[in-house]
Nanobody, 127 residues
Framework: QVQLVESGGGLVQPGGSLRLSCAAS????????IGWFRQAPGREREGVSC????????YYADSVKGRFAISRDNAKNTVYLQMNSLKPGDTAVYYC????????????????????WGQGAQVTVSS
């Protein structure tokens, strides 16, 4: 069974950090482009950060550049999103996602081209 399971969400104060993890089962992440998306209440889902299957491109939304970092550990079949200097505007449900197509990271994130979604992890930034 193909599955993505996120963990690491929670409540954090402004300026704090969290690391989200996304563990894959039933398939090998190394053969897929991977991304993190988020959806805040009343807003459309947006691509936060994506990394291409070939590792050749990485995309970050302007709102998170310099604060968030995506990485993948193929040995653990897991992708991470390190989030630093968190702001209340980062509050959302965060989803990891994969696609088997050979897309650029920007295309995956901006167009939301996805095969499989995780169940989501709530991140709340509040004092």
């Amino acid at each position: 069974q193909v599955q993505l399971v996120e963990s690491g969400g929670g409540l954090v104060q402004p300026g704090g950090s969290l690391r989200l993890s996304c563990a894959a089962s039933g398939f090998t992440l190394d053969s897929y482009s991977i991304g993190w998306f988020r959806q805040a209440p009343g807003r459309e889902r947006e691509g936060v950060s994506c990394i291409s299957k070939s590792y050749s491109t990485i995309y970050y939304a302007d709102s998170v550049k310099g604060r968030f970092a995506i990485s993948r550990d193929n040995a653990k079949n897991t992708v991470y999103l390190q989030m630093n200097s968190l702001k209340p505007g980062d509050t959302a449900v965060y989803y990891c996602a994969t696609v088997g197509l050979n897309l650029t990271a920007q295309t995956m994130c901006l167009l939301g081209v996805v095969d499989t979604w995780g169940q989501g992890a709530q991140v709340t930034v509040s004092s």
